[in-house]
């Protein structure tokens, strides 16, 4: 079988009968030197066949292009079958931007409401939200950081610290924050002990930046709601954020082209850069005029701050889920993925906002 030359011939057999392939050639040499009167010697070597003259070396760039041909066709297959699967669980069209819009749409405004409503009736409301993102938050990320990576975040000194430094930002304000704060990073190095010295660094390192990222960047928003005026601050902190997300999607959407970060975010273009910019430099000029009563060129600079920290913030954790693997923190959020994925650009613009406004319309 194959193409393997039998030992000999089998009794009854002619020598040359059923010649086995790739010794053609030394066969009809032997016949032709026998017929001219010439035996071939008994152990005379067999004439070497050249690769390329083997039918199956010969065949082997072909059938390598086919085989990779065949497996680009069936990933192709699959994606769209990945694709349409999303499409029929979500029930709707999945935009161009990757995700389901109108469930998108959908989670966006009723999480809108939410925060409005606190705002709106009793700002004390809106701690609690934001303690109850930051929980949420905190958990996915922890989870996300365990399961991909295998990194054991010290979770139980983190939540309570993270609340901690929240509700203690409110009387106490930035004091009530540094102090949770370094209390929570002793209580990490403590809680950790259980566990050995293996990995000790690493669980450590990621737990302090897990209860920095979330925790300690959310307690901005806070801040930001204290003072007599905080409603509108924090208004002014979303609706500019808000506008640089809304305007940076339709113009990448419409316009984009030229990619910004391709090895990053692929998704993100400078013409969503540049629309994210504008949206975000007139949301900023009306939200601190309107709201606050400042200078309208005020809310330039503080539109433009905002726009780089909310694009940097998605940045930071596409880089993250880049590292880890992972395409969302989580799937709460239809449309979004988890509640992180929808934090990223909020928590590094309420520091941002935080300082500027303090800085541009003193309370």
């Not at 050639?25 to 152990?43: I, K, L, Q, V």
């Not at 029930?91 to 925060?115: F, N, Q, T, Y």
């Not at 300690?216 to 500019?240: K, N, W």
Request: glycine share 12%; with cysteine; hydrophobic share 50%.
């Amino acid at each position: 079988m194959g193409n393997a030359a039998p030992d000999g011939p089998a009794p009854g057999q002619s020598a040359s009968a059923e010649e086995p392939e790739g010794q053609d050639e030394a066969s009809a040499t032997s016949r032709a030197g026998a017929t001219n009167g010439h035996r071939p010697a008994a152990d005379a070597p067999a004439a070497p066949t050249p690769a390329a003259a083997t039918p199956a070396a010969a065949a082997t760039p072909a059938a390598d292009e086919q085989a990779a041909a065949d497996e680009r066709t069936a990933a192709d297959e699959q994606a769209a079958d990945e694709r349409a699967a999303d499409e029929r669980e979500q029930g709707g069209k999945v935009s161009k931007a990757g995700r389901d819009l109108r469930a998108a749409i959908a989670v966006g405004a009723a999480l809108g409401a939410v925060v409005l409503v606190s705002l709106l009736t009793v700002r004390e409301l809106f701690i609690g939200v934001v303690a109850i993102a930051v929980v949420v938050s905190t958990i996915e990320l922890a989870g996300a950081l365990r399961r991909a990576a295998g990194i054991d975040v010290a979770l139980v000194p983190v939540l309570v610290g993270g609340q901690a430094m929240l509700w203690l930002s409110w009387p106490f304000h930035t004091t009530g924050i540094f102090v949770a704060f370094v209390l929570t990073v002793l209580g990490c190095l403590v809680w950790r002990f259980r566990g050995g010295s293996e990995n000790y660094l690493r669980d450590i390192t990621a737990s302090i930046f897990t209860l920095t990222y979330v925790a300690l960047f959310a307690s901005f928003a806070v801040l930001l709601v204290e003072p007599h005026d905080g409603t509108a601050r924090v208004l002014c902190f979303l609706i500019v954020v808000v506008c640089s997300d809304t305007g940076g999607y339709v113009a990448g959407v419409l316009f984009g082209r030229h990619q910004m970060a391709p090895s990053i975010s692929p998704k993100k273009s400078w013409e969503g850069l540049a629309g994210s910019l504008v949206a975000g430099i007139v949301g900023g000029a009306l939200s601190v005029y309107l709201l606050l009563h400042g200078h309208w060129y005020l809310g330039v600079p503080f539109g433009v701050a905002l726009v780089i920290t909310a694009t940097g913030g998605d940045l930071v954790e596409s880089l993250i889920k880049r590292d880890l693997g992972i395409k969302d923190m989580g799937n709460l959020l239809p449309g979004h993925g988890g509640l992180m994925d929808r934090m990223d650009s909020l928590l590094p613009s309420a520091v941002t906002a935080w300082m500027l406004l303090t800085l541009f319309v003193p309370a």
